[in-house]
């Protein structure tokens, strides 16, 4: 989760969205592709993205969230996991995600190189309830499933 802010732009799955606020961050805080990060660090028992990537970290100041989501990706392979898939929820009250979606996945997908269809994209709001709901907000989460390989495959062969 992080907070929406004045002056800041808004990344969501490594798309821009035009919004009046942005996310607060080290980063440029897309919340999306950090849940997909730490998913996929998490499925590969690598920890988290704070422990590769840390805020303290001066080098890590304004990365965006594709380059986080690249370097993380270049973990996996390292590991020689494949992708099987993502799925991932952004919990907004605004903006929505859905005219995004798309997009969104085609990033995503692009990066992680498999088909977008392996990239499933939710959006949902708390019904007004509490920070996200009043808009001071945006939350996200994510699962992956990977497949251990020995072999060079490229993940979109799976």
């Known amino acids: 989760m992080h ?10 799955g490594g798309v821009e969205i035009p919004f009046i606020k942005g996310l607060f961050g080290h980063s440029d805080a897309d919340v999306l592709i950090h849940a997909i ?20 970290d001066p080098k890590y100041a304004n990365i965006t969230g594709v380059e986080l989501l690249e370097r993380t990706y270049e ?8 992708i099987n898939n993502i799925d991932a929820i952004v919990i ?10 798309k997009q969104m996945q085609g990033r995503i997908a692009g990066v992680l190189e498999i088909g977008v ?17 009043q808009q001071q907000a945006i939350a996200s989460f ?13 993940s979109k062969d799976v």
Request: hydrophobic share 40%; charged share 35%.
């Open 117 to 133: 269809e392996r990239v499933s994209i939710k959006g949902k709001t708390s019904e007004k309830l509490g920070e996200i709901g």
């Open 75 to 82: 973990i996996v392979k390292g590991k020689k996991f494949l």
């Open 3 to 12: 907070r929406l802010v004045e002056d800041r732009k808004l990344f969501l």
């Open 92 to 101: 907004a009250e605004e903006p929505k995600i859905l005219p995004f979606k």
């Open 142 to 154: 994510a699962i992956a499933t990977l497949v251990k390989t020995s072999n060079k495959e490229k």
């Open 37 to 56: 990060a730490d998913a996929l660090l998490g499925a590969i028992s690598e920890g988290d993205i704070g422990e590769h990537f840390p805020d303290t």
